[in-house]
C-alpha cells in the first residue's frame, strides 16, 4: 500500500486523525499549509479536501483567492497520486488549465480523480496523465474547474 494512503488509513481511525493528516501532509510541502486543508477523502483514484473560507485565502472581494483553490487543486491532486500509483512509477507534475466558473463565497471542496486504467499504461519513456479537478461551493456550485497534467515514468532502480 502506497505511504499516503496508508498513512491516511491509520490516522482516520485516531480521534482527530483527518486533521493530523493534514498537518502531516502539509509538512511535505509547505506553501499546503497556507491554505490549512482539511483532508476528507482520500482512496485510489479519488482525494477530497476541504479549505476553510477565512481571512488568510481572501481576495479584496472577501472571496477566496485563486492562487488558494489551485494550491488546494494540486494537494488534492498530490494525495490521489501519492495513493494511486503503482510502485514501479513515479510521477511529477507538468502543468495545471483551470477555469473560475463561480466566486469562492464558502468553504470550497477540492477534488481530483483519476479512472484507474489511467495508471496502467504503457511505461516507455514516460507518458501524459491528465487529473481531473474541481473545486466546488458548500451549496454544490462548481467554482473552479480544470485538469492537472502529470508525467509518470518508470521508478529508478
Not at 4 to 17: H, I, N, Q, R, Y
Not at 123 to 151: M, N
Request: proline share 6%.
Amino acid at each position: 500500500m502506497p505511504a499516503v494512503l496508508d498513512l491516511w488509513k491509520k490516522t482516520s481511525a485516531l480521534p482527530f486523525g483527518h486533521r493530523i493528516f493534514s498537518i502531516a501532509f502539509s509538512q511535505k510541502a509547505p506553501y499546503f499549509a497556507t491554505i490549512r486543508p482539511r483532508f476528507t477523502v482520500i482512496e485510489p483514484n479519488r482525494a477530497e479536501l476541504v479549505i476553510p473560507k477565512r481571512r488568510g485565502v481572501h481576495n479584496h472581494l472577501g472571496t477566496v483567492h485563486a492562487i488558494a483553490l489551485c494550491n488546494g487543486l494540486e494537494a488534492a491532486m498530490g494525495a490521489l497520486a501519492e495513493s494511486t500509483i503503482p510502485r514501479d512509477r513515479r510521477w511529477i507534475p507538468k502543468g495545471m488549465e483551470v477555469a473560475y466558473t463561480a466566486k469562492a463565497t464558502s468553504d470550497i471542496t477540492c477534488i481530483a480523480e483519476t479512472d484507474p486504467e489511467q495508471w496502467t499504461g504503457e511505461i516507455g519513456e514516460g507518458y501524459d496523465l491528465p487529473v481531473r479537478v474541481r473545486g466546488v461551493r458548500a451549496d454544490g456550485t462548481t467554482v473552479i474547474e480544470g485538469e492537472i497534467g502529470l508525467w509518470v515514468t518508470a521508478r529508478k532502480r
